[in-house]
């Protein structure tokens, strides 16, 4: 949605290095903030998340950091492999409308693609 | 994987056909979602339901009807479908609302021509 931008869209790494993956958001009042991966075919998967009361959060090989101030939160995987290769969205919980109760809005996306 | 079905998989219909979506749960969440996925768009919520009966409109809900008569079931209807409703379409299931993890269905594809 365009109150949410994330970048790159498209990500090549050689297996074993790093991959980040960043997503800037509208709504400061936002404290939920999800990473998720899409596999060919399938629908989106929550990797990882985040709520507002913390900076950062780590799962094995993913994390996910937040900066509330800048409206910016990122999805870091080390040690990259070949079945790490999808598509990842963030999606922020936002008010996309006055009035409405806030939901998922997801970004365009990021196709990632680790090389062997 | 959570117990979510949508049915059909695939649908290819003619423009300005009736076209009615389910998707089926079987883990008694009491929300339910509708998006469409289009390239480049990412998600996008089209209705979602906090209960039997009780449904709100997300983003981009023109176009589209939704009625929930039984926890376990969520119809999305396309009273008139349009060339610009080809998508797919993705159901989802949370227990307690956006703040907390939801669970997709596979999806279902569907043409308009």
């Known amino acids: 949605g365009e109150n949410v931008e994330q970048h790159p869209s498209t990500l090549s790494v050689q297996e074993g290095d790093s991959a980040v993956i960043k997503c800037t958001y509208s709504?400061?009042?936002?404290?939920?903030f999800p990473w998720y991966k899409q596999e060919l075919g399938k629908g989106p998967q929550l990797i990882i998340d985040?709520?507002?009361?913390?900076g950062e959060k780590k799962d094995q090989r993913i994390a996910v950091t937040l900066n509330k101030t800048a409206k910016h939160f990122s999805l870091h995987i080390t040690e990259t492999q070949p079945e790490d290769s999808a598509v990842y969205f963030c999606?922020?919980?936002?008010?996309?409308?006055?009035?409405?109760?806030?939901?998922?809005?997801f970004g365009s996306g990021t196709q990632l693609t680790v090389l062997p | 994987d959570a117990g979510i079905t949508q049915s059909p998989r695939h649908k290819v219909t003619e423009t300005g056909t009736p076209v009615t979506l389910r998707c089926h749960q079987t883990?008694?969440?009491?929300?339910m979602y509708w998006y469409r996925q289009d390239p480049g768009h990412g998600l996008r919520l089209i209705h979602y339901?906090?209960?039997?009966?009780?449904?709100d409109k997300g983003e981009v809900s023109d176009g589209y009807s939704v009625s929930r008569s039984k926890t376990e079931d969520f119809l999305l209807t396309l009273e008139s479908a349009t060339s610009s409703q080809t998508s797919v379409y993705f159901c989802?299931?949370?227990?307690?609302?956006?703040?907390?993890?939801?669970?997709f269905g596979p999806g279902t594809r569907l043409t308009v021509l």
């Open positions: 883990e008694n969440h009491r929300y």
């Open positions: 339901s906090y209960g039997v009966k009780d449904t």
């Open positions: 999606a922020p919980q936002l008010r996309v409308s006055s009035g409405s109760a806030r939901q998922l809005t």
């Open positions: 989802a299931i949370t227990e307690q609302g956006s703040y907390n993890e939801q669970f």
């Open positions: 709504d400061s009042a936002s404290n939920y």
């Open positions: 985040i709520r507002s009361n913390v």
